[in-house]
C-alpha cells in the first residue's frame, strides 16, 4: 500500500513538473477563448466542476478565488473536493485564465461565477439521440447526477429491439412517478410507481393514436396527454433539415388509478389541432397548444399554435366547459416580444405557480429545427411576458423543465453548432429575473468536441430513479393493461 501511495505521489510531482510556469506575462483586455462559455455565469452551489477548454492552449494556468489549477495542455479539471469547497464558501468568484498560446503567457481579463445557495435538483434525464434525417436509431435515455458525474442508462436500444423510446418524464421533478414510452409493436407505456414498473397501453379505438405528450397531475393520479399523428418531411432548402408537423391531434387526460380515459369535445374537436398539454401545479388547469387546421404540407407555414387553458377538477376527474386563450399566436410584439406571429410549444409552469415558461417559433410545432425558436417566460400574476434575451442564442433553444423550487430551468440549446442539442440551465432569481445560462459541465472537457449524439428533452428531478434498463426490459415483456 505505501508503495501505491509513494508512486502516486511521484507521478502527481512529474506531472506537476511538466507544467510550464507562467513567466513574462501580457495582459490581454478580451475574455479567454474558452469552450464552454462559462464566463459570467450564475451557478448554483451543488454543481459539478465546471471543467473547460481554453482553446489553442499549450499550457493553462487558472485561479479561482484561492483555488488553483495548472495544465499541461488546453483542458482545465477542478478536482471535485476543492471545488466543493470553493462553491460553499464563496459567493462571488473571480477566475483569472492565464494561458500560454503560440509561446507566449496571456493572462485575460478575469471574470466571474455568482455562486447562489438555490440549488438545482440533482438528477437530470434526458434522451440522447443521433441528429440526422433518421426517426431513431440506437437510441438510449440515461439519468445524470449534476452534482457530480455520474451517469446510467434508464432503457438502452439493445435491450428494446432498437425501438424508438420516448423521452423520460417525472412526476413535479419526483423520482417515485414518472413515465417513458416503448414504441412500436409490443410496446407501450413504462410507469414508474416507486420502482414498481407498470406497461400501459394508453389508448381506445376512438382515438387518432396512442398517447404522446404528457404530463402528471398534482395528485400524480392523472396524466393528460396528447395522440398525435406525426409526419416527418424535408426541406429542400440547405438551411432546413427536417420539418415534423401533425395532420390530426388531440388532448385527453387518463385516470391511472382506474384506467379510464377523461375526453372532451372540446379537446378533441377535429377542426383544431391539439397537443402538448400540461397541468398547472394546483391541478386546476391543463394549459395546451392548439391551432385551427390547414391545408398540410402546402400550407404548413400558416399553422400557428397559440398557448390556451381549460379547467380540471381533480376530484371528479372532469375537463371544464370553457377554454380560454392565454397566448395568442397572432399577437404582435407587445405580447410576444417580437413582431409578426408566434407558434406555441412547449408549455410548462414553474412549481410555484408563478411562471410560464414556452417555446416559440414562426410556425409549426416542431422547433428544434428551427433556428428562430426561442424560449418566452409569462409572469401569471401581471400576464407580462419576458423575451429572455440573456437566455436566448439564434439557433434553436427549445425543450425545458423546471426545478422543484422554481429558482432553475434546463432547456435544450443548439447554439454551438446548430446540430447537436446539449442542456443548459438557467437561474430565475426571486425578482423574476433571468440570468446567463451554462451548459452542462462533463468530466472531460473535450466530451463535447467528440460526442456524436444531442441531449433530447432534458428534465430535472428531486432524487435518483428507482429503476434501470433491466427493469424496462423485464417490464416490456409483460401484456400492456387497457384503458376503457
Request: proline share 6%; net charge negative; aromatic share 12%.
Given at each position: 500500500?505505501?508503495?501505491?501511495?509513494?508512486?502516486?505521489?511521484?507521478?502527481?510531482?512529474?506531472?506537476?513538473?511538466c507544467?510550464?510556469?507562467?513567466?513574462?506575462?501580457?495582459?490581454?483586455?478580451?475574455?479567454?477563448?474558452?469552450?464552454?462559455?462559462?464566463?459570467?455565469?450564475?451557478i448554483?452551489?451543488?454543481?459539478?466542476?465546471?471543467?473547460?477548454?481554453?482553446?489553442?492552449?499549450?499550457?493553462?494556468?487558472?485561479k479561482?478565488?484561492?483555488?488553483?489549477?495548472?495544465?499541461?495542455?488546453?483542458?482545465?479539471?477542478?478536482?471535485?473536493?476543492?471545488?466543493?469547497?470553493l462553491?460553499?464558501?464563496?459567493?462571488?468568484?473571480?477566475?483569472?485564465?492565464?494561458?500560454?498560446?503560440?509561446?507566449?503567457?496571456?493572462?485575460?481579463?478575469?471574470?466571474?461565477?455568482?455562486?447562489?445557495?438555490?440549488?438545482?435538483?440533482?438528477?437530470?434525464?434526458?434522451?440522447?439521440?443521433?441528429?440526422?434525417?433518421?426517426?431513431?436509431?440506437?437510441?438510449?435515455l440515461?439519468?445524470?447526477?449534476?452534482?457530480?458525474?455520474?451517469?446510467?442508462?434508464?432503457?438502452?436500444?439493445?435491450?428494446?429491439?432498437?425501438?424508438?423510446?420516448?423521452?423520460?418524464?417525472?412526476?413535479?421533478?419526483?423520482?417515485?412517478?414518472?413515465?417513458?414510452?416503448?414504441?412500436?409493436?409490443?410496446?407501450?407505456?413504462?410507469?414508474?410507481?416507486?420502482g414498481?414498473?407498470?406497461?400501459?397501453?394508453?389508448?381506445?379505438?376512438?382515438?387518432?393514436?396512442?398517447?404522446?405528450?404528457?404530463?402528471?397531475?398534482?395528485?400524480?393520479?392523472y396524466?393528460?396527454?396528447?395522440?398525435n399523428?406525426?409526419?416527418?418531411?424535408?426541406?429542400?432548402?440547405?438551411?432546413?433539415?427536417?420539418?415534423?408537423?401533425?395532420?390530426?391531434s388531440?388532448?385527453?387526460?387518463?385516470?391511472?388509478?382506474?384506467?379510464?380515459?377523461?375526453?372532451?369535445?372540446?379537446?378533441?374537436?377535429?377542426?383544431?389541432?391539439?397537443?402538448?398539454?400540461?397541468?398547472?401545479p394546483?391541478?386546476?388547469?391543463?394549459?395546451?397548444?392548439?391551432?385551427?387546421?390547414?391545408?398540410?404540407?402546402?400550407?404548413?407555414?400558416?399553422?400557428?399554435?397559440?398557448?390556451?387553458?381549460?379547467?380540471?377538477?381533480e376530484?371528479?376527474?372532469?375537463?371544464?366547459?370553457?377554454?380560454?386563450t392565454?397566448?395568442?399566436?397572432?399577437?404582435?410584439?407587445?405580447?410576444?416580444?417580437?413582431?409578426?406571429?408566434?407558434?406555441?410549444?412547449?408549455?410548462?409552469?414553474?412549481?410555484?405557480?408563478q411562471?410560464?415558461?414556452?417555446?416559440?417559433?414562426?410556425?409549426?410545432?416542431?422547433?428544434?429545427?428551427?433556428?428562430?425558436?426561442?424560449l418566452r417566460?409569462?409572469?401569471?400574476?401581471?400576464?407580462?411576458?419576458?423575451?429572455?434575451?440573456?437566455?436566448?442564442?439564434?439557433?434553436?433553444?427549445?425543450?425545458?423543465?423546471?426545478?422543484?423550487?422554481?429558482?432553475?430551468f434546463?432547456?435544450?440549446?443548439?447554439?454551438?453548432?446548430?446540430?447537436?442539442?446539449?442542456?443548459?440551465?438557467?437561474?430565475?432569481d426571486?425578482?423574476?429575473?433571468?440570468?446567463?445560462?451554462?451548459?452542462?459541465?462533463?468530466?472531460?472537457?473535450?466530451?463535447?468536441?467528440?460526442?456524436?449524439?444531442?441531449?433530447?428533452?432534458?428534465?430535472?428531478?428531486?432524487?435518483?430513479?428507482?429503476?434501470?434498463?433491466?427493469?424496462?426490459?423485464?417490464?416490456?415483456?409483460?401484456?400492456?393493461?387497457p384503458?376503457?
Amino acid at each position: 500500500m505505501r508503495r501505491h501511495i509513494f508512486l502516486l505521489l511521484i507521478s502527481l510531482i512529474a506531472l506537476t513538473a511538466c507544467t510550464p510556469t507562467p513567466e513574462n506575462v501580457q495582459q490581454q483586455d478580451s475574455q479567454p477563448p474558452i469552450y464552454p462559455d462559462y464566463t459570467d455565469v450564475t451557478i448554483p452551489v451543488n454543481i459539478a466542476p465546471l471543467n473547460f477548454l481554453v482553446r489553442g492552449a499549450e499550457a493553462v494556468t487558472v485561479k479561482a478565488a484561492d483555488v488553483t489549477v495548472s495544465s499541461a495542455c488546453e483542458s482545465v479539471c477542478f478536482p471535485i473536493d476543492e471545488w466543493r469547497t470553493l462553491l460553499a464558501e464563496h459567493n462571488d468568484i473571480t477566475v483569472i485564465v492565464t494561458a500560454l498560446m503560440d509561446g507566449q503567457w496571456i493572462q485575460y481579463r478575469p471574470f466571474h461565477w455568482y455562486v447562489v445557495e438555490d440549488k438545482l435538483d440533482p438528477w437530470l434525464t434526458y434522451r440522447l439521440i443521433e441528429p440526422d434525417y433518421e426517426i431513431w436509431n440506437n437510441l438510449q435515455l440515461k439519468q445524470r447526477c449534476v452534482e457530480n458525474f455520474d451517469e446510467a442508462i434508464l432503457t438502452d436500444y439493445r435491450q428494446q429491439e432498437n425501438r424508438c423510446m420516448n423521452c423520460h418524464t417525472p412526476a413535479n421533478q419526483r423520482s417515485d412517478l414518472s413515465m417513458l414510452y416503448v414504441r412500436g409493436k409490443g410496446g407501450g407505456a413504462i410507469l414508474n410507481q416507486s420502482g414498481e414498473l407498470r406497461k400501459l397501453n394508453i389508448k381506445t379505438d376512438d382515438m387518432v393514436s396512442g398517447s404522446v405528450y404528457y404530463g402528471f397531475s398534482p395528485s400524480g393520479r392523472y396524466i393528460t396527454f396528447s395522440t398525435n399523428v406525426i409526419i416527418p418531411a424535408f426541406h429542400s432548402m440547405k438551411k432546413k433539415r427536417l420539418e415534423v408537423f401533425d395532420s390530426k391531434s388531440d388532448v385527453y387526460a387518463a385516470d391511472l388509478q382506474e384506467n379510464r380515459i377523461i375526453r372532451s369535445a372540446l379537446t378533441a374537436d377535429s377542426t383544431i389541432l391539439e397537443t402538448f398539454p400540461t397541468f398547472s401545479p394546483d391541478g386546476k388547469w391543463v394549459y395546451y397548444c392548439a391551432a385551427p387546421m390547414v391545408q398540410l404540407p402546402q400550407d404548413l407555414k400558416q399553422l400557428q399554435y397559440s398557448l390556451v387553458r381549460i379547467p380540471f377538477d381533480e376530484t371528479t376527474g372532469q375537463f371544464g366547459t370553457a377554454v380560454d386563450t392565454v397566448f395568442s399566436a397572432t399577437a404582435r410584439s407587445q405580447q410576444s416580444g417580437q413582431q409578426g406571429k408566434r407558434s406555441v410549444c412547449h408549455p410548462r409552469i414553474s412549481p410555484d405557480g408563478q411562471y410560464l415558461l414556452f417555446t416559440v417559433q414562426d410556425y409549426g410545432t416542431f422547433p428544434i429545427w428551427h433556428p428562430e425558436s426561442d424560449l418566452r417566460m409569462m409572469n401569471l400574476q401581471t400576464g407580462a411576458i419576458d423575451s429572455l434575451a440573456i437566455v436566448n442564442s439564434d439557433l434553436s433553444d427549445t425543450y425545458h423543465s423546471w426545478s422543484s423550487n422554481s429558482r432553475w430551468f434546463v432547456f435544450a440549446s443548439k447554439r454551438d453548432d446548430g446540430l447537436y442539442g446539449k442542456p443548459y440551465f438557467c437561474y430565475v432569481d426571486k425578482n423574476g429575473r433571468a440570468h446567463k445560462p451554462f451548459c452542462l459541465p462533463q468530466q472531460s472537457p473535450t466530451f463535447y468536441d467528440t460526442f456524436l449524439k444531442s441531449f433530447n428533452a432534458p428534465e430535472l428531478s428531486k432524487g435518483k430513479l428507482p429503476f434501470d434498463a433491466y427493469d424496462v426490459q423485464e417490464a416490456m415483456q409483460k401484456e400492456a393493461e387497457p384503458f376503457k
